[in-house]
């Protein structure tokens, strides 16, 4: 299973953006950031802003990493 706070961490650093720059863009401290990156599991709509601010559909890795596949809509 993805650890999806590692999966934006990995992500963040890809982009070359920084923590304090992801804070800002999620309105929120430093420390929430780094929370964020300790997390197995995240909120929905948490994830749906991250995904906007990187510009990556975290979603499509979740379901990736679940098997699903477009062909047969089946997991």
């Known amino acids: 299973m993805i650890h999806i706070g590692n999966r ?3 992500e963040l650093r890809r982009q070359e953006r920084t923590v304090a720059w992801f804070a800002r863009k999620l309105y929120c401290n430093r420390q929430n950031v780094y929370d964020i990156f300790k997390r197995e599991s995240i909120d929905t709509a948490l994830l749906r802003r ?16 679940m098997g699903y596949t ?6």
């Open 70 to 75: 477009e062909a047969t809509n089946k997991i």
């Open 50 to 65: 991250i995904s906007t601010i990187l510009g990556h559909d975290f979603f499509k890795d979740l379901s990736t990493d």
């Open 8 to 10: 934006i961490e990995e």
